[in-house]
C-alpha cells in the first residue's frame, strides 16, 4: 500500500467527524436522578426510568441542557431556542426502552465552527491548501489556518453497555453470551457533528484535540478517550484532485485514542485509494480500526439506510428557552483555548508554540497565570523563563512520575522564584535544576533551598578574578599554549574554576574573565 | 349491612363516628365482590392483603383522634395499566402476564395517602386498545346492567367495579374515550381531566400525549373528591401542572348564568340513538330552566379528530410498546435461537391481535416516507382542532354533547376494527384537544333498559366549570339507579359464568341484601 503523503497528492480525502461526549462532570443523568458514574458495579445505578420500566416517565436534567448550551457557544453555533426531543426507534438490548431520546432535525446547537491552526510537520500531511490561509509570521511557525464547520450539536442519552462472555477480545462474535450492563443508559451525551470539511487525518487529529479542550476548559466532561467519555467515528471519502463529486464514504469507529484517530483514518484513504486504483469501488460500510494489526475490517453493510422512524417525544414538551436562561449561560463561558493563547502571546509576548503548549492544558495554563500573577510587575521579564520551567522542568517532571500538576508540591509562586534567581544569575541553570529538584522533593521555597544548601552562585568578579590567576599561575605551561593558538584549552581552565568554587561560579563570567585575562595582554 | 352505596362523604362521616372500622368496609367489599364478580369478571387480580394493611392503618390513625383523610374508606379498585408495588400489572397482556412493577404509580399514591383502600386491580382492554375490554388476555368483563353486553372501554373492568358496587370508586384511563365510553355503558359518571392535572407517572403509556388518568364514581361529588385527591404537578410528570382548583367545591355551585354550548349536528347526528337524543334534549331544557344560557356552536375540524387520533395513536404506541421485548421482563419466547428471532417470537406470542395491528400500523406511519404523508398531516390535524375548542370555549363555558351515539353493545356485536374505531367519534375529539370530559348517567334507556349517558367538556384548566354543570345535571335525576341489580342468581353468565352457580348463589345473591337497584338518589349528602 502506498504511504499517505503520496496518496494524498492525488487524491483529496474528505473527512468529517462525529463526536460523542459524555457529560460526565454532570451529578446525575440525562432524564433521571441516578448518579453519572464510571466504574460502578454493573446494573447499581439504575431506576423505572432509566431502565425504561412501563410507566415510567423522563424528566430532563436542566444542567445538562445548559451543558450543551454553553458547548455550542464555545463553538460558535447558533443556539436554537425553539428545539424539541425525539425518539430515534431501534432494537437492541443495551437500550433499554428500545428507543433512544435524541433530537430531531433542529437540535440545541446548529452551524457553528473551529479554527485550527496547523504547523509543520502536521501541516506537510496537506499539500494542497486550497481555502486554507498561511500562519501569520508572528507565529513563528510555518503553517497555515482551515475553518472546519460544524453542522450541529445535539442533546441525547447514551445507551448501556453489552458484555460479551465467552468470545475473544470481548467481541460479539464467537461469544457464548451477552450480559447487559445499564448503569451507562440514559448518561447525558452530546453529539457534535462536522460538515466533510476536514481535509488530513492530521487535522482530524487536531481537532478533536481543540475540541477536547474546549470541553475541558468548559468543564462539561472529563473528555477520557480510554473510558469512552469521549468517543469519534470518522467519515472518509476520496476524491481525484480537484474533482467537485464526492466519492462513496465508509464509516469508521473504535479510534479510541488521537492517535488510533489519525491511524485508522491514514490507513483509511490510504486503502480506499488502493480500491479506486485498481479499479474498484468503495463500498458504503462501517469499517472497524484494529489497532493491534493496523488496519480496518468491515462490520457490515450499509447499503440501505436505516429506519430509525423518528418522531416528537410526545413525553417531553418542545423547549422555547428564554433569552434571559441563554444569556445566563452565556456568562458563565471561560475563557476559551485559542483565546488564552493569543493572550499569552500578545500580553507575555510569548511564541506560538510556547503559549499553544501551556494554553493546551487547563492546569498549567492556570499555573502559568498564577505564576505571572505572583510576578507581578516582573511578569513580562519572567514570563520566558517561567514558561520554560513550567514546559521543560515541570511537564518532563509529571512525565517521569505519572503524576498530575495538582499532586506535586509545586506552586506558583516559588516557581517564579526560581525563575527570578536564574534570571538574575543567582543561581546558574544547573544549580537551578538542582534547585527545582528540592522543590519536587520538599516542596520548600527556593531561597530557603539555596540557602540550606550553600548555592549560592558567586559572581564577584574580583573573587573570581583572583580564582582565575591562581589557576594560572599554576598552569603556566598551559597559559603559554592557549596563547599560541590553542584556544580549546578555555574549557580546562573554566573546569579548574568551577571546581575551585565548588561549582558555584558563575560559568558566563569565568569565561569572560579567562578570556579577558589571557588575551587581554 | 352493605357499605357499597355509600358516598365517600357519607363513608369519611361513618369512619370519624365510630359506626364502622375501615376494616369492616374492606371486609363488606370483597364480600361483595366475592358475590359479584363471579359474573361480572372486572377484576383481573384482588389485593386484599394491601386493603387490610391499608384499613388497619387507617384505623389506628382514626383511634389515635386523627380526622379522617380526604378517601378515608373509599374502596378503589385501579384498571391494571397503573403500578402498584406488590401487585401484578398486566395490562390485560400475556406480554406482562407475571410483571410486578418495583414503583407504585402517582395517582395510585395519591388516592392511598388520602385514605382509600385498595382492593385489586381491574380489567381493560389489552395495553388498552379497544372499546369493550374484549382484547384482554383474561377474558371480558361483562356489563353489570346486562350481562350479554360488553361494559365498554378499555376502562371496562373500572366501569363495571363501581356501576356492580364492588368498589366506591375505580382509577382509569383515557387514550380517546377509555373512560367516558364504558362510563356511558355502565351508567357510571366518569371522568378524564385535562391533560396534565394528573400525572401519568406509573401508568403504562399507551399514546403518551394522549393519555390521562382519571376517575369513575356513582356521583359527581365522589368524583371530584377522587381527582382533589390526586390532581397536581408531579416532579415525575413533567407534562403534569397545578390546575388551582379544588372540584369538590365546584359541585353544587349551580349553572346559572353559565354558558353552555351544543353543537347542534352531534344532537341530531345520523346514527345516534333516540333513547340519547331524547336524552340529550332533555338535558339541554333542565339545564335552561337552571338558568343556564344555552348556545349553538361549531366545531368544524372535530370531523378530522378520528382520522388523526388513529394516527397518532397508534404511533406513539409503537414506540411505547417497543420496550416489551422479553429482554428484562415480560413474556420470552421459549424457542428463540438469536436476537432476531427472540424479538419477533416473543412480542408475536405475547401480544394480542388488536395490539399487534396498531404496533404494526404505528410501525408504518412511522416510516421514512410515510411519516411526511401521516403523522405531520395529524400534527397540524391536530393544532386545527385545538384550535377550535379554543375558539369555541371563546364563547361558552362547557359543551353538553353525546359521549357515544349508543348504549353498550353485545359481545361479538361489533367485529370489525373499524366500526369499533368509530364507537369512539364523541370522545377522540377531546384527547386530540386536551380539554378535560365527563361522561354522567341520565337514566336507563325507556326501550333498551341500559344506561343512557350524556358528555360534559370543560376549557383546557377549567374543569370546575364540567363539575358545576355535571352536578347541576344530577340533581335533576334523582331516581336514577346508581348500582346495577345483581342478576348473579337469575340470569346465566354467558362466559364467566362457569363457577359462579356454586354455593354463592344461594348463600347471598338471591336475596339481593342491599337493594341497590330500588337506591332513590344520588349518594351522599353531598350532592
Not at chain 1, 454532570?26 to 420500566?53: D, H, Q, R, Y
Not at chain 1, 448518561?187 to 487529529?205: F, G, H, S, Y
Not at chain 2, 416516507?369 to 390535524?381: D, M, S
Request: proline fraction near 5%.
Amino acid at each position: 500500500m502506498k504511504d499517505l503523503l503520496k496518496v494524498l497528492q492525488t487524491w483529496e480525502a474528505v473527512i468529517g467527524l462525529e463526536v460523542h461526549t459524555e457529560l460526565t462532570t454532570l451529578n446525575t443523568k440525562m432524564f433521571c436522578s441516578c448518579p453519572v458514574e464510571f466504574g460502578a458495579e454493573p446494573n447499581t445505578l439504575i431506576c423505572p426510568v432509566c431502565l425504561g420500566l412501563p410507566g415510567a416517565l423522563p424528566v430532563p436534567n436542566k444542567a445538562a441542557i445548559e451543558s450543551i448550551i454553553l458547548a455550542g457557544i464555545a463553538t460558535n453555533c447558533d443556539i436554537e431556542q425553539q428545539t424539541m426531543f425525539y425518539r430515534k426507534n431501534y432494537f437492541y438490548p443495551d437500550i433499554s426502552s428500545n428507543f433512544q431520546i435524541t433530537q430531531g432535525p433542529v437540535a440545541f446547537c446548529m452551524r457553528g465552527w473551529l479554527d485550527l491552526n496547523i504547523t509543520e510537520p502536521a501541516a506537510s500531511e496537506r499539500e494542497y491548501r486550497e481555502g486554507t490561509t498561511e500562519l501569520p509570521a508572528s507565529y513563528a511557525s510555518s503553517g497555515y489556518t482551515t475553518r472546519i464547520n460544524i453542522t450541529r450539536i445535539h442533546m441525547e442519552e447514551d445507551a448501556g453497555k453489552l458484555v460479551h462472555i465467552g468470545g475473544t477480545d470481548g467481541r460479539i462474535t464467537g461469544a457464548d453470551y451477552s450480559l447487559v450492563d445499564y448503569n451507562r443508559c440514559s448518561t447525558p451525551l452530546i453529539e457534535l457533528v462536522t460538515e466533510p470539511d476536514l481535509r488530513t487525518p492530521e487535522e482530524a487529529r487536531l481537532f478533536l484535540q481543540s475540541l477536547r479542550q474546549i470541553w475541558l476548559t468548559l468543564g462539561i466532561s472529563d473528555c477520557s478517550m480510554e473510558e469512552g467519555s469521549l468517543r469519534c467515528d470518522g467519515n472518509v471519502s476520496l476524491r481525484k484532485r480537484g474533482a467537485k463529486e464526492l466519492g462513496t464514504k465508509t464509516e469508521l469507529k473504535n479510534m479510541n485514542s488521537f492517535k488510533n484517530l489519525h491511524d485508522g483514518l491514514a490507513y483509511e484513504i490510504c486503502r480506499q485509494a488502493d480500491v479506486l486504483e485498481s479499479g474498484g469501488r468503495v463500498v458504503q460500510e462501517t469499517r472497524h480500526w484494529e489497532p493491534a494489526s493496523k488496519h480496518t475490517v468491515s462490520m457490515r453493510l450499509k447499503e440501505t439506510a436505516d429506519d430509525y422512524r423518528y418522531f416528537p417525544e410526545p413525553n417531553l414538551a418542545p423547549y422555547d428557552l428564554s433569552d434571559e436562561f441563554v444569556a445566563e449561560v452565556r456568562s458563565r463561558l471561560p475563557e476559551l483555548p485559542d483565546e488564552q493563547r493569543a493572550r499569552f502571546m500578545e500580553v507575555y509576548a510569548l511564541s506560538f508554540i510556547d503559549a499553544s503548549a501551556l494554553a493546551s492544558d487547563r492546569d498549567v495554563a492556570s499555573f502559568f497565570d498564577e505564576g505571572m500573577a505572583f510576578a507581578a510587575a516582573q511578569a513580562q521579564e519572567l514570563a520566558k523563563p517561567f514558561t520554560n520551567l513550567l514546559l521543560n522542568d515541570v511537564l518532563a517532571s509529571l512525565n517521569t512520575s505519572g503524576h498530575v500538576l495538582a499532586e506535586t508540591k509545586l506552586t506558583p509562586a516559588h516557581l517564579v522564584e526560581l525563575a527570578q534567581l536564574i534570571a538574575k544569575d543567582t543561581l546558574s541553570s544547573k544549580q537551578g535544576k538542582e534547585v527545582f529538584a528540592h522543590m519536587l522533593k520538599t516542596g520548600e521555597a527556593p531561597a530557603q533551598i539555596v540557602e540550606k544548601e550553600g548555592m549560592q552562585q558567586v559572581s564577584d568578579t574580583a573573587a573570581l578574578e583572583q580564582i582565575a590567576l591562581e589557576i594560572l599561575k599554576e598552569f603556566p605551561d598551559k597559559a603559554a599554549e592557549y596563547r599560541s593558538g590553542k584556544t580549546g584549552l578555555l574549557g580546562f581552565f573554566v573546569g579548574k574554576a568551577m571546581a575551585a568554587t565548588k561549582g558555584q561560579g558563575n560559568p558566563k563570567l569565568i569565561n569572560e574573565t579567562f578570556i579577558r585575562l589571557l588575551d587581554g595582554e | 349491612m352493605s357499605y357499597s352505596n355509600l358516598s365517600i362523604a357519607a363513608i369519611r362521616a361513618g369512619l370519624a363516628t365510630r359506626q364502622f372500622s375501615a376494616e369492616e368496609l374492606v371486609q363488606d367489599a370483597l364480600n361483595t365482590i366475592n358475590i359479584r364478580d363471579k359474573v361480572i369478571h372486572a377484576f383481573i387480580e384482588l389485593c386484599p392483603e394491601l386493603a387490610y394493611r391499608a384499613a388497619e392503618k387507617l384505623d389506628a390513625a382514626l383511634s389515635a383522634g386523627e380526622a379522617p383523610p380526604l378517601l378515608a374508606g373509599a374502596t378503589i379498585g385501579y384498571k391494571d395499566n397503573m403500578n402498584l408495588e406488590g401487585t401484578h400489572t398486566t395490562c390485560a397482556s400475556k406480554m406482562l402476564e407475571n410483571y410486578k412493577s418495583p414503583f407504585t404509580a402517582t395517582c395510585v399514591t395519591k388516592t392511598l395517602e388520602a385514605g382509600a383502600l385498595p382492593l385489586g386491580k381491574l380489567n381493560m382492554d389489552e395495553f388498552a386498545f379497544g372499546s369493550s375490554t374484549e382484547t384482554s388476555y383474561f377474558g371480558c368483563t361483562h356489563n353489570p346492567w346486562d350481562l350479554e353486553r360488553v361494559p365498554g372501554g378499555s376502562s371496562g373492568g373500572s366501569a363495571a367495579a363501581v356501576a356492580a358496587g364492588m368498589v366506591t370508586v375505580a382509577l382509569g384511563s383515557d387514550t380517546g374515550g377509555s373512560i367516558r365510553q364504558p362510563a356511558s355503558f355502565c351508567g357510571v359518571v366518569g371522568f378524564k381531566p385535562t391533560y396534565g392535572v394528573i400525572s401519568r407517572y406509573g401508568v403504562v403509556g399507551f399514546g403518551s400525549s394522549l393519555d390521562q388518568a382519571g376517575v369513575f364514581g356513582r356521583s359527581v361529588a365522589n368524583v371530584a373528591e377522587t381527582i382533589d385527591a390526586m390532581s397536581g404537578k408531579d416532579p415525575l410528570d413533567c407534562m403534569s401542572q397545578d390546575a388551582h382548583a379544588v372540584y369538590s367545591s365546584s359541585v353544587g355551585a349551580g349553572v346559572k348564568g353559565m354558558r353552555i354550548g351544543i353543537v347542534r349536528s352531534y344532537v341530531d347526528a345520523d346514527g345516534i340513538s333516540p333513547e340519547i337524543h331524547n336524552a340529550l334534549e332533555d338535558a339541554i331544557s333542565k339545564l335552561e330552566s337552571l338558568g343556564a344560557v344555552i348556545t349553538e356552536v361549531e366545531l368544524p375540524n372535530a370531523k378530522a379528530a378520528l382520522s388523526a387520533y388513529h394516527v397518532i395513536g397508534p404511533c406513539e404506541a409503537f414506540s411505547n410498546l417497543s420496550r416489551f421485548d422479553g429482554i428484562r421482563y415480560g413474556y420470552l419466547s421459549p424457542n428463540a435461537r438469536n436476537l432476531d428471532e427472540l424479538y419477533e417470537q416473543s412480542r408475536a406470542q405475547g401480544f394480542g391481535a388488536e395490539a399487534r395491528r396498531r404496533i404494526m400500523l404505528g410501525s408504518y406511519l412511522l416510516s421514512s416516507g410515510i411519516y411526511e404523508q401521516y403523522y405531520l398531516p395529524a400534527q397540524k390535524v391536530r393544532t386545527l382542532i385545538t384550535q377550535d375548542y379554543h375558539q369555541v370555549f371563546e364563547q361558552v363555558d362547557a359543551l353538553l354533547t353525546p359521549t357515544t351515539a349508543r348504549t353498550a353493545f353485545k359481545f361479538g356485536e361489533i367485529a370489525d376494527p373499524v366500526s369499533m374505531y368509530l364507537s369512539d367519534i364523541f370522545t377522540i375529539p377531546i384527547n386530540i384537544a386536551g380539554n378535560g370530559g365527563m361522561s354522567l348517567p341520565v337514566g336507563l334507556g325507556e326501550e333498551s333498559g341500559l344506561p343512557v349517558s350524556v358528555q360534559v367538556i370543560g376549557p383546557q384548566f377549567k374543569d370546575e366549570n364540567i363539575f358545576r354543570v355535571a352536578a347541576a345535571l344530577e340533581a335533576c335525576y334523582p331516581d336514577i339507579a346508581r348500582i346495577a341489580p345483581d342478576t348473579s342468581g337469575t340470569q346465566q353468565a354467558s362466559q364467566a359464568g362457569g363457577s359462579a352457580q356454586d354455593s354463592q348463589v344461594g348463600g347471598s345473591g338471591q336475596s339481593s341484601p342491599q337493594g341497590e337497584s330500588a337506591q332513590a338518589s344520588p349518594e351522599g349528602g353531598a350532592a
